[in-house]
Nanobody
């Protein structure tokens, strides 16, 4: 399973970015999809999750500012990030969590830098 993330970049505080993660795998529709982030020297943290059933959850730090969505026809999961803060600076990684195989597959990550 290969995941391709895109959309990162440099943005000023208060700005917005949209991240996308695409795949060609046939298991996409039956998998939970998530975005994680990892800042330098810090652990990898869950940012947002959308299950195969459409249930959504967010980290407290991004709730109300970020929106996750998925398009099963396009096999894409997106993360809309608004009101960005310098503390949102990190490498953002998408993950596909397969219930059938109990495995998690990772994309290569995309860097988001928020300047103050």
């Amino acid at each position: 399973v290969q995941l391709q993330a895109s959309g990162g970049g440099l943005v000023q505080a208060g700005g917005s970015l949209r991240l996308s993660c695409t795949t060609s795998t046939s298991i996409f529709a039956n998998a939970n999809m998530a975005w994680y982030r990892q800042a330098p020297g810090k652990q990898r943290d869950l940012v947002a999750l959308i299950t195969r059933y459409g249930t959504i959850d967010y980290a407290n730090s991004v709730r109300g500012r970020f929106t996750i969505s998925r398009d099963n026809a396009k096999k894409t999961v997106s993360l809309y990030m608004n009101s960005l803060k310098p503390e949102d600076t990190a490498v953002y990684l998408c993950a596909l969590e397969s219930g059938a195989s109990a495995r998690t597959y990772w994309g290569q990550g995309t860097l988001v830098t928020v300047s103050s």
